[in-house]
Structures are given as structure tokens and as C-alpha cells.
T-cell receptor, first 114, second 114 residues
């Protein structure tokens, strides 16, 4: 266990549903990230939060809405998703905020959009 | 922005042989190059990293080399074992004036045959 917990582990939703993914880190880190992992594609950065402030939005569609209430918690709110959004969504954290530190990943949420 | 190319996409070796995975990057200002290992169904974990002020780093059976002039870096695994079977991702971080989060390669699936 690396100290980064994601829930739920699996999620199936329809295109009209609204759901949220949750991530919590118990490592005292200052940066948190959302990554999308699709089959045979690179890990795609979605959002970065440093000290609970969003510092990067990698041109992510507005149907994905992140929320970071504090440095330990990160949410990804989902609404009106498309089938191509089906993927593994990984949360990560790092101690530092300049991108040059070890990332600690959660186990991910496997999302299926029907 | 940074672009990271990774080859090969799949690699099969016999137990005890060496394995080499190569990555190229586009931003000459990039200065941090980690490698992550993701076993089947598990989260990615950092196995080794290198910064731009060194050309080679070794940790037991794994080593990473960096050629800044050619903008490529490689992962070398010697005396491979079945437990080395996994997907390996390289990544690069842009310099201080660029995006600070990591850009990942598309991954190499390594299979070590017993």
C-alpha cells in the first residue's frame, strides 16, 4: 500500500449519469494529479493540483470536473461522459510541486461508460 | 510541449537475458527522466530515475543511460527474471519554463520467458 487510496475500484455508468471518483493520500504530499490510462496509449495527464490550487488543466473536456478541497483529497466529477471515456483513471501524489519527484499512484478506478 | 516516444511496444526475452527499452524526447530543456513499472492489475511504481546532470545510473540489475545530445534515454535490465514481466513506462519532465508535470511514453510490455 503506497498511501494513495482511490474509490471506487470499478465503476459502470451510463452516458447521462453523474458520478464522482475519490482519491485520498495519507503521505502528507503537496501535489495531486489525475491521469487517464487507456489501452495501448501513454498515461495522459489530466489535472494537477499544488497546495490544493489547480496548476494544470491538460485540455480536458468540461464533462470532467476536478475538485481539491485540501491537499489530501482529490475528486473527479463525471457527467454526460462518452463511451470513449472508458479507461483506468489513476490518481497520484508527490511531495514536491515542481514535477521532478517520485509519483505515488493509487490503484485506479476502472471506468466503463455504456 | 514535450513529446516522448518509447520503443519497442512489446519485448519478449528468455530468463537471464538482458532487456533494453529506449525512449526519445523532444524538449531539450527536459531535465528529469523517471521509469515506472506497472505489473498486471497493479499501480505504476517508480523503479529508477535520472537527472540531466548525469549520464548513467545503476541500481542492482537495472540501469538507465541518458544522452542529452541525442535526446534519448534507455532502461537496461540484466539477468532478467519472470518477476520483471510488466509494462514499463518512461517519462520526461520539461525544464523550469515548461509544463512541470511528467509526459509519459506509451509503454513497453516486457515478457520474460522462464
Amino acid at each position: 500500500e503506497t498511501g494513495v487510496t482511490q474509490t471506487p475500484r470499478h465503476l459502470v455508468m451510463g452516458m447521462t449519469n453523474k458520478k464522482s471518483l475519490k482519491c485520498e493520500q495519507h503521505l502528507g504530499h503537496n501535489a495531486m494529479y489525475w491521469y487517464k490510462q487507456s489501452a495501448k496509449k501513454p498515461l495522459e495527464l489530466m489535472f494537477v493540483y499544488n497546495f490544493k490550487e489547480q496548476t494544470e488543466n491538460n485540455s480536458v473536456p468540461s464533462r470532467f470536473s476536478p475538485e481539491c478541497p485540501n491537499s489530501s483529497h482529490l475528486f473527479l466529477h463525471l457527467h454526460t461522459l462518452q463511451p470513449e471515456d472508458s479507461a483506468l483513471y489513476l490518481c497520484a501524489s508527490s511531495q514536491g510541486t515542481n514535477g521532478g519527484e517520485k509519483l505515488f499512484f493509487g490503484s485506479g478506478t476502472q471506468l466503463s461508460v455504456l | 510541449g514535450e513529446n516522448v516516444e518509447q520503443h519497442p511496444s512489446t519485448l519478449s526475452v528468455q530468463e537471464g537475458d538482458s532487456a533494453v527499452i529506449k525512449c526519445t524526447y523532444s524538449d531539450s530543456a527536459s531535465n528529469y527522466f523517471p521509469w515506472y513499472k506497472q505489473e498486471l492489475g497493479k499501480r505504476p511504481q517508480l523503479i529508477i530515475d535520472i537527472r540531466s546532470n548525469v549520464g548513467e545510473k545503476k541500481d542492482q540489475r537495472i540501469a538507465v543511460t541518458l544522452n542529452k545530445t541525442a535526446k534519448h534515454f534507455s532502461l537496461h535490465i540484466t539477468e532478467t527474471q519472470p518477476e520483471d514481466s510488466a509494462v514499463y513506462f518512461c517519462a520526461a519532465r520539461e525544464g523550469d519554463t515548461g509544463r512541470r508535470a511528467l509526459t509519459f511514453g506509451s509503454g513497453t510490455r516486457l515478457q520474460v520467458q522462464p
